[in-house]
């Protein structure tokens, strides 16, 4: 029975989430021209995509530790000057896509490295603390932040340069829009896609479903539930990690560059539902399409982009309105 009413609900998320995409194309289509409809989708969803990149770690950890870990804004920052130190400590005359290349999987595994021992150091001692889970992962995103400031100054670094293949334009329905945006859109995809599979198809995904769930009854099975901990807040990390180092060639890096995208991801994970990883794919390209509409309006009618970070408040307390738990959260 209750299985049943859990998959009425995704079903009906499905469907509202469908038809507030298809409300969005209608506004645009009546207020802008076929190409500024076409790049303002496309920005949307590339906006989405880093917004599910940090998002999707906080949301799996979250629903499998019951952890709200807000240290993920720096690593997200970590990865992007991870990046530019590989990047850098090439030699000059390496090929950009190799440097480009071993910046993204050195920042996706020096995340994931970090994540891995911050579970085993400070987080593991204070999982029947959840207030001090709170206090410790923003103590250290601020220290995270002001070592960066200490090494690197609070100037920031200049954009990365990306690979040549990606640093042009396209022309669809006669607007511009970037390749390397495009890029980005793809990696998400996979990334959504990936971590969607190795959750419902793998062991690894059986036993983490599991552990959210019932974590005492895995353990009773002879399942080594810290480690899968620690796989699992490594993995958050190492994602928020990729997510910052792709945002580099366009971002640059800057302390506290994680922060903003980390409220933007807390507010992601409510609307899609706290612990439903599927909400929080589902909730940030939501996000992302309502954030680029809005900014597009407000460009186009008031010259500021002053109602991109208020639209997305306002989809957030809409839908919390129709369902307190989030689209696809459980009652």
Not at 69 to 92: E, K, S
Not at 237 to 256: K, R, S
Request: hydrophobic share 55%; charged share 10%; aromatic share 10%.
């Amino acid at each position: 029975m209750r299985q049943t009413l859990r998959v009425n609900v995704f079903r009906q998320s499905l469907i509202l989430s469908g038809l507030f995409v298809l409300g969005l194309l209608a506004l645009n289509l009546a207020v802008f021209r076929p190409g500024t409809v076409a790049v303002v989708m496309l920005s949307g969803l590339y906006q989405g995509m880093l917004f599910f990149l940090i998002a999707a770690g906080m949301s799996i950890v979250f629903g499998l530790l019951d952890v709200l870990n807000l240290a993920q804004g720096a690593f997200f920052m970590l990865g992007a000057y991870a990046g530019f130190a590989i990047y850098g400590a090439l030699p000059a005359g390496t090929p950009i896509e190799v440097r480009f290349l071993a910046a993204l999987v050195g920042a996706t595994l020096t995340g994931g490295l970090a994540g891995a021992l911050m579970e085993i150091g400070l987080l593991r001692p204070l999982y029947a603390r959840p207030v001090y889970q709170i206090v410790m992962t923003l103590g250290l995103s601020t220290a995270i932040n002001e070592v960066v400031r200490a090494i690197y100054g609070p100037a920031g670094l200049v954009p990365i340069e990306e690979p040549p293949a990606l640093a042009t334009t396209f022309n669809i329905l006669g607007g511009q829009f970037e390749t390397y945006r495009l890029f980005i859109i793809f990696v998400g995809a996979a990334l959504m896609v990936g971590i969607s599979l190795l959750l419902q198809r793998t062991r690894l995904g059986i036993i983490i479903r599991a552990g959210v769930q019932d974590s005492e009854m895995v353990q009773a099975l002879g399942i080594n539930v810290r480690r899968i901990f620690t796989l699992v807040f490594a993995l958050g990390t190492a994602v928020a990690a990729l997510g910052g180092m792709t945002a580099a060639p366009f971002l640059g890096a800057y302390p506290g560059m994680g922060t903003d995208f980390l409220l933007v991801a807390i507010i992601v994970i409510v609307i899609g539902g706290m612990s439903s990883y599927e909400g929080t794919a589902i909730a940030s390209l939501l996000v992302g399409l309502t954030r680029a509409t809005a900014e597009q309006v407000s460009l186009q009618y008031f010259n500021t982009p002053i109602l991109a970070s208020v639209s997305i408040l306002l989809f957030m307390v809409a839908v919390l309105l129709v369902r307190p738990t989030g689209l696809f959260g459980r009652e």
